[in-house]
């Protein structure tokens, strides 16, 4: 049972990586989860939390949250249109009202911020270049969490990758197998593993610097073809096939040909500042662990 002594925090957005994040945080805290949809209530509240119903998209179910807990990390993604994040915008008018009572937040954004950088090296200091509204709506959410942590608030940007984990593979796509590109158009890509990502969200909650982006990724850098090829390597799967950029604009949808038009090599010099210790560095020592 719940002692009430407990520091209360809140999840916004309880999916794969909050539903890891909780056996790490019911522990030491009385977790809240806000979730929009009435039959997640019953897994939420086996894995500890508290499960707190209202929806981004509509203010008026977020009238709970002002008071309801000092620490809060945010994990919704923006909505699918628009060019900018009016969910962030809900959820930070609605905590606005507890002015003085809410100390820290963390937002989990995406590396896609950075656009196309032709497989360069880059750090947290890169000049943000979205190039899809998908991106721009999470440079949206990034500017507004930074203005609102003006007030006062400690705010912590985790820019995360390419998520994966031994249970979140693509063995369906290898096993239809949908052809990656040709060596010589394949671009860069990077990961990170989700129980890594849910342990971090904690370490910053502790131990990270306020107004201070992370670039939350492991230390591998594979093109995605080479990452598609490991998984098929460990996992005794064909590999996929190979083809050019103009072929497979007619064959995948626009959002996985808008991954493979961005190359980026993401150092996370910031993470290991932290002395944080991943886990699993590369994905082919989580692979290995399998």
């Known amino acids: 049972m719940q002692r009430i002594g407990k520091p209360r925090i809140l999840i916004v957005g309880c999916g794969d990586v909050g539903m890891r994040l909780l ?9 809240f989860a806000l979730t929009s949809s009435s039959s997640r209530m019953s897994a939420l509240r086996q894995a500890g939390a508290i499960p707190v119903y209202g929806n981004l998209d509509q203010p008026e179910t977020l009238w709970r949250l002002p008071h309801l807990a000092a620490q809060v ?9 628009g060019l900018q994040d009016r969910r962030t915008s809900n959820l930070l008018s609605i905590l606005s009202h507890g002015a003085g009572f809410i100390r820290q937040l963390i937002y989990i954004s995406t590396t896609g911020v950075y656009g196309d950088c032709q497989g360069a090296l880059i750090d947290e200091t890169k000049t943000l270049n979205p190039s899809t509204a998908r991106a721009q709506r999470r440079v949206s959410a990034e500017q507004q969490i930074r203005a609102w942590g003006m007030s006062g ?3 912590h940007i985790l820019r995360v990758p390419g998520i994966y984990a031994g249970d979140r593979l693509p063995v369906e796509r290898l096993g239809r197998g ?8 394949d671009v860069y890509t990077n990961h990170v593993n989700a129980d890594d990502l849910a342990r971090l969200i904690t370490y910053v909650l502790w131990r990270g610097k306020s107004q201070r982006v992370i670039n939350a990724c492991d230390d591998s850098q594979l093109k995605m073809a080479d990452y598609f090829d490991l998984i098929a390597q460990k996992m005794n799967l064909p590999k996929p096939p190979r083809a050019s950029r103009q072929d497979l604009s007619a064959q995948l949808d626009p959002m996985m040909l808008s991954f493979m038009s961005e190359s980026r090599r ?4 910031r ?6 210790k991943l886990r699993y560095p590369t994905v082919e020592d989580c692979l290995n662990s399998l």
């Open 178 to 185: 949908t052809p990656v590109l040709n060596a010589d158009e």
């Open 266 to 269: 993401i150092q996370n010099k």
């Open 23 to 31: 056996p790490l945080l019911v522990k030491k805290y009385r977790v």
């Open 153 to 155: 608030v400690q705010t």
């Open 73 to 81: 990390i945010h994990l919704a993604p923006p909505a699918t249109q």
């Open 271 to 276: 993470l290991k500042e932290l002395k944080f």
